[in-house]
């Protein structure tokens, strides 16, 4: 029975206890009655504990309120227009608050998720199971945990590192670790992953679970964003204005340039050990692992194909599994328009359209990615497979059946349904309600290109990297949305072009426009816009986001609905996007709710990323 399968119906009745929020957890009540030595005492029943962990992962922590959260306040996607709640409001202002919403809840649902995981890791290695399915299956749990605990540090910085289950109060009450330390551990998890995972060459990977590769691949990403925050903590300390190094604010208070590497227990010395270390592994998943780019992008976000061809296919490395009898999940009931022609069997009660792509990022890819050529206008053919955009038609529920309605760019209104574009990429055409078969691509061989291309750019290997970028802009040119589930290669298009050596002026400049493209190419998948674009820091953000989103709203006075000096599509001028570097620095991390600072006194609230 494959993933999809299995997890609408798992009930989660294996976990003696999940780490949740502080006082909640020790008054959890069991959801069975079941010993762990009853519920590992076979194969199966370990493994049904082992589905458990991910539908923890996949339902509460990323599909639902953190993708919506993070994707919104990313900045190069949005939230309906302001106005309507406390939490789209704080989106437009590219933050959360600690009391604000749903998203303070997402703290909690990761922790429960790592409790999760950590249970089962503890049981399954204390239990009298065969030591190769303990190792094949802690394998396993143990890359869940280290993407958990990868998305929490780069989302709050310091944070409780918990990796046993908790038997005491003290023990749920746990400090914040360095930033360095939780690293350590994530590449620890991803060691053993890598070690002991299923996968090519050893036992078969379960349908629809990563395999070993995924370990490596990830481990590769890791190792790129220590990097990052090496770069930043002197190139953002450098900059004129800046007020100096992150040692007493922003995102690392922990680092002190003046004392070496803060990575040497992860074997890294410098900027350069950390890109090489992401060169090389993502290297070795390009030239070795069993993945390779689908031919047509657009068959990425083909969904209803009863065989799985390109559910899981074979640029998949670790998906979120989904399926039409599952629980609804944000990435693909919140981006689609409501009462669209492409989904004619839903009527127009769910909530649609939360999550949009951003108008100015729109415009932005959609004009770097057009050409003239001989008096004929070319776009990418990625950003009709990614968007829709300008205009649709709505479905037999829908106001007036057949008609056309017209959206950003053709009008420009602070409307919510007509503000901006919305995401194509997760339509499931066979849909009926809030459930889909649409995965949400968590990690895909794409993205270990532009990650390889980065890593090369940044050890000044230019060419090499170049022609790594190449590669999607040929299956960007070789794409079409209207040949999307079938195995037909669409002929070429002129455009995007080949990148070329001459466009860039330095290393810097080509690292930046990878960067870009990946947010480009990535765009509304997983959580990465998030994480994207305040990854190369606060001088990056600003002359990268919040600056061309400020032009954007505010200073272009040739715009199609400009009123007192800012756009419509806003309801109000209170919306500025920080450019300065105090303020920038505070959004770079996310603030911890106040539930935990109330009531871990090792997190007092004053200790809370400057929130």
């Known amino acids: 029975m494959s993933l999809k399968s299995i997890l609408y119906t798992i009930i989660l009745s294996f976990a003696i206890a999940a780490l949740v929020s502080c006082t909640d957890w020790l008054t959890e009540k069991p959801k069975t009655l079941l010993s762990p030595g009853q519920v590992y005492a076979s194969p199966e029943s370990a493994d049904a504990a082992v589905i458990g962990c991910y ?6 922590p990323t599909q639902n309120y953190m993708y919506e959260g993070l994707n919104n306040c990313s900045g190069i996607m949005s939230p309906i227009p302001p106005g309507l709640t406390e939490d789209h409001q704080i989106g437009w202002q590219l933050r ?11 703290w909690t649902h990761i922790y429960e998720a790592v409790g999760k995981c950590n249970d089962v890791i503890y049981n399954l290695e204390t239990s009298e199971l065969p030591q190769e399915i303990i190792e094949q299956y802690s394998g396993e749990v143990r ?14 910085g310091r944070i409780p590192l918990v990796t046993v289950p908790p038997k005491t109060l003290e023990e749920v009450y746990a400090p914040r670790a360095k930033v360095n330390i939780v690293y350590k551990q994530i590449l620890d998890d991803l060691d053993y992953a890598e070690m002991y995972m299923r996968g090519p060459g050893r036992t078969p990977q379960r349908k629809g679970r990563p395999n070993y590769w995924a370990a490596t691949a990830l481990k590769g990403k890791v190792y790129a964003q220590i990097g990052d925050i090496l770069d930043n903590l002197a190139r953002d300390a450098a900059e004129p204005g800046s007020g100096g190094p992150f040692t007493n604010e922003g995102p690392y208070p922990d680092f002190d340039l003046s004392g070496g590497s803060e990575f040497a227990n992860c074997g890294i010395q410098n900027r350069i050990d950390a890109w090489t270390l992401a060169y090389e592994i993502n290297k070795n998943v390009y030239d070795n692992g069993p993945y390779e780019l689908v031919p047509n992008y657009a068959n990425l976000f083909y969904w209803k194909d009863p065989a799985g061809e390109f559910v899981n296919g074979v640029e998949s490395i670790f998906d979120l599994q989904n399926t039409e009898k599952s629980t609804a999940n944000f990435c693909n009931y919140r981006t689609t328009p409501t009462t669209w022609a492409e989904i004619p069997n839903l009527s127009g009660t769910q909530t649609e359209g939360r999550i949009r792509p951003h108008g100015w990022a729109f415009l932005y890819f959609r004009d770097k990615y057009t050409s003239t050529i001989e008096g004929k206008t070319y776009t990418d053919p990625r950003i009709d497979i990614s968007f829709v955009h300008s205009r649709y038609t709505y479905n037999a529920f829908g106001v007036n059946p057949g008609a056309s309605v017209t959206i950003f760019p053709t009008v420009w209104i602070a409307n919510r349904h007509r503000f901006a574009p919305y995401l194509r990429k997760f339509v499931d055409e066979n849909r009926t309600t809030n459930a889909s078969n649409a995965n949400m691509h968590f990690m895909r061989f794409g993205e270990v290109v532009l990650t390889l291309a980065e890593a090369a750019a940044e050890l000044d290997k230019t060419q090499e990297s170049l022609g790594y970028i190449n590669e999607l802009m040929y299956r960007a040119r070789h794409s079409s949305l209207n040949l999307r589930g079938t195995n037909t290669v669409p002929k070429e298009s002129p455009v995007p072009a080949d990148w070329k050596v001459e466009d860039f002026a330095d290393s810097r400049a080509l690292v930046d426009a990878i960067v870009m493209e990946r947010c480009f190419e990535l765009m509304g998948e997983a959580l990465d816009g998030w994480f994207n674009v305040r990854r190369k820091g606060a001088k990056w953000f600003k002359q990268y986001i919040s ?55 090792n997190i007092p609230a004053e200790d809370n990323n400057d929130y």
């Open 55 to 60: 539908a923890r992962f996949s339902t509460n």
């Open 96 to 106: 959360w608050k600690s009391n604000s919403g749903s998203w303070r809840t997402c």
């Open 547 to 601: 600056g061309p989103f400020n032009r954007f709203m505010w200073d272009d006075p040739d715009s199609p609905a400009v009123i007192n000096g800012y756009n419509v599509i806003m309801p109000n001028d209170t919306y500025r996007w920080p450019e300065t570097y105090s303020d920038i620095r505070r959004i770079m991390l996310q603030p911890i709710p106040n539930e935990e600072t109330d009531n871990n006194p």
């Open 143 to 156: 890359f869940l945990r280290a993407n958990l605990y990868f998305l929490l540090v780069r989302m709050y």
